[in-house]
């Protein structure tokens, strides 16, 4: 049985009721305990009499926690309590999938190891190993593709800070296009995405009121600005934000949603297909080797296309052809002396 958050709230609250001594629980009791707390979770209810008994069948198995259960009869019905007060689910040793699933949250922290601030990481990937005997000498079995080298990683503790605790910063930023130039903003952090082996960091600026990308490594410095006030964010869902693009470039409102179909080599049509551009990527015609994507051109998508050299060609439409068409000729300029 696949544990998801329902499914453990609902184990968690099976288990409080079987420790609870102090109350009769029927399976009736139970399905209310269960609907209550995933109310009090998501707003949504709807247990089933059935789903209880499942789970109760789950905790008791040897996939779950071989729980003592007792069925105990009062006045013709059955009440559900351990055998003894003291047992937990919570007490006893993890599963095996559970130590799976804790070994590789305890790589993915370990990312952040060395970063300024971020000495309590070591303290609480220490803990986790220890407490859950999890230390060995398997090595690691998750890489992660990250530069450690890349300017920038420090600040992630303090826009971390400053997102949670909404305070306004000071940021000294020089951009890729004018790096001799160095101008300061100041911002209302909201979100940090990853892309590419960089961070960036999306934010209002608080003189124009639009939302603004820094890239990490091209801030100069961080201050806190204690004299202006936050401005929450309520009406961004960053979590479908870039949903329209690539990377993290959103264009102007200007630029409009293209349906663009793209051929590729016998070559490169199996990578990309296990592996597509975007989550809106369909393949239109298999045995030529042309898929679709619905996205906004940026400067992301137009790196992708190029990347790919002479083992694709954008088929449609005529005016994104014509741009990946003009970037290739002014390309081939600079190789005029090789003719």
Not at 111 to 124: P, S
Not at 249 to 257: A, D, G, N
Not at 301 to 328: C, N
Request: hydrophobic fraction near 35%; aromatic fraction near 12%.
């Amino acid at each position: 049985m696949p544990t998801n958050k329902n499914a453990s709230i609902r184990y968690q609250t099976l288990d409080k009721c079987f420790r609870d001594f102090s109350h009769r629980y029927y399976i009736e009791d139970l399905i209310a305990k269960c609907d209550e707390a995933l109310q009090s979770y998501n707003g949504m209810g709807g247990v089933s009499r059935r789903q209880i008994f499942d789970d109760i069948k789950y905790m008791e198995s040897e996939a779950g926690w071989s729980i003592p259960l007792e069925r105990r009869k009062k006045d013709r019905k059955v009440f559900y309590r351990y055998e003894t007060q003291d047992f937990s689910i919570n007490n006893q040793p993890l599963t095996k999938a559970e130590a799976n699933q804790l070994r590789l949250a305890i790589q993915t922290l370990s990312r952040f190891r060395g970063l300024a601030d971020n000495e309590w990481i070591e303290d609480v990937i220490s803990n986790l190993e220890w407490r859950f005997n999890l230390r060995g000498d398997c090595g690691k079995v998750v890489g992660f593709d990250q530069n450690k080298e890349l300017k920038g990683l420090s600040f992630l503790p303090k826009l971390f800070d400053a997102m949670t605790s909404q305070k306004v910063l000071r940021i000294t930023y020089r951009s890729y296009k004018k790096d001799s130039e160095e101008r300061v903003q100041t911002v209302h952090p909201y979100y940090t995405r990853q892309y590419n082996n960089r961070w960036f960091l999306l934010a209002l600026d608080n003189d124009y009121h639009t939302i603004t990308n820094f890239a990490l490594d091209r801030i100069i410095s961080i201050e806190i600005v204690e004299n202006v006030d936050f401005i929450p964010n309520e009406s961004i869902d960053f979590e479908h934000y870039f949903d329209d693009v690539i990377g993290v470039t959103i264009p102007p409102r200007s630029v409009e949603k293209l349906t663009i179909h793209l051929q590729f080599t016998e070559k490169q049509f199996p990578y990309i297909t296990s592996k597509p551009l975007h989550p809106s990527q369909k393949v239109i015609d298999r045995e030529n080797r042309i898929l679709c994507i619905e996205v906004k051109p940026n400067y992301e998508l137009d790196h992708h296309i190029l990347s790919f050299g002479k083992d694709v060609e954008v088929l449609s439409p005529a005016s994104y052809r014509q741009h990946i068409h003009e970037i290739l000729l002014d390309n081939l300029k600079k190789y005029d002396s090789c003719r």
